[in-house]
């Protein structure tokens, strides 16, 4: 089973209580986290972090309780993880003014997760040219190089990404997302998200078909894309 938790930067109150909200983070996971979003001289970045990691404790909350810890650590590749707590894996994203956990409760299944706002102003025919395969290419041609076409594209490949946990040239080095799911290598959950008015597109990435459960707020709201790629 996974479960995701989505919450956005109001949700955590960050304007005057980020010392608070740090500090009960770097009880949880660990000085490290805390030394890692203070490095941050972007403001908005600083607070997308803090609102990514209150995601996943309140997963984790919800599994061994508020006032147990459990630390993250990385790997040389600088993928967390949980190094005493094998049998849980996680992954956290963020975009404009949200923020995204999922936790796997099974110890042998990775996870990945990305979410982006849809956005125009990329050359989304130029990435799709230079980093996307041949299915994936074709994908967007037909919807005539689409923002949230290329989202549905590159949200897959960002979670995949972070499955294998090698960094995104690991996903753009010939991967394409269509082969992998029709190979069964991988699945890709896809939703929609909307808050605030801006419509996100949020991709899951796991080893096999499993439940999902998805934990957010009244005003984020979440639907399951059901045709999945």
């Known amino acids: 089973?996974?479960?995701?938790?989505?919450?956005?930067?109001?949700?955590?109150?960050?304007?005057?209580?980020?010392?608070?909200?740090?500090?009960?983070?770097?009880?949880?996971?660990g000085e490290g986290e805390r030394e890692r979003i203070e490095r941050m001289s972007n403001g908005s970045a600083r607070e997308l972090s803090l609102c990514g990691l209150c995601a996943l404790k309140c997963l984790t909350d919800a599994l061994v309780g508020a006032g147990e810890r459990?630390?993250?650590?990385?790997?040389?590749?600088?993928?967390?993880?949980?190094?005493?707590?094998?049998?849980?894996?996680?992954?956290?994203?963020?975009?404009?003014?949200?923020?995204?956990?999922?936790?796997?409760?099974?110890?042998?299944?990775?996870?990945?997760?990305?979410?982006?706002?849809?956005?125009d102003g990329r050359d989304i025919k130029k990435i799709t040219q230079r980093f996307f395969g041949e299915r994936e290419r074709a994908f967007l041609e037909a919807e005539e190089y689409s923002a949230k076409a290329f989202f549905?594209?590159?949200?897959?490949?960002?979670?995949?990404a972070k499955f294998v946990g090698r960094g995104l040239s690991a996903a753009l080095s010939g991967?394409?997302?269509?082969?992998?799911?029709?190979s069964r290598e991988v699945q890709f959950v896809r939703f929609a998200v909307r808050y605030a008015g801006n419509d996100y597109i949020m991709t899951l990435c796991t080893s096999h078909d499993e439940h999902i459960k998805i934990n957010s707020n009244g005003d984020i709201e979440v639907y399951e894309i059901s045709d999945r790629a």
């Not at 849980?88 to 990945?112: C, E, K, P, Y």
């Not at 549905?152 to 995949?160: C, N």
């Not at 991967?175 to 029709?182: K, N």
């Open 1 to 29: 089973m996974t479960e995701v938790c989505l919450l956005s930067v109001l949700d955590i109150g960050v304007d005057g209580k980020s010392e608070y909200v740090l500090r009960d983070l770097d009880y949880t996971f």
């Open 70 to 119: 459990i630390l993250i650590a990385r790997d040389e590749f600088g993928k967390p993880y949980f190094p005493e707590c094998e049998n849980l894996r996680f992954n956290i994203s963020h975009s404009a003014q949200l923020a995204t956990a999922a936790l796997s409760f099974d110890g042998s299944n990775s996870v990945g997760i990305d979410i982006e706002k849809i956005a």
């Open 152 to 160: 549905l594209v590159w949200t897959a490949k960002e979670a995949y």
């Open 175 to 182: 991967a394409d997302t269509f082969e992998l799911s029709e």
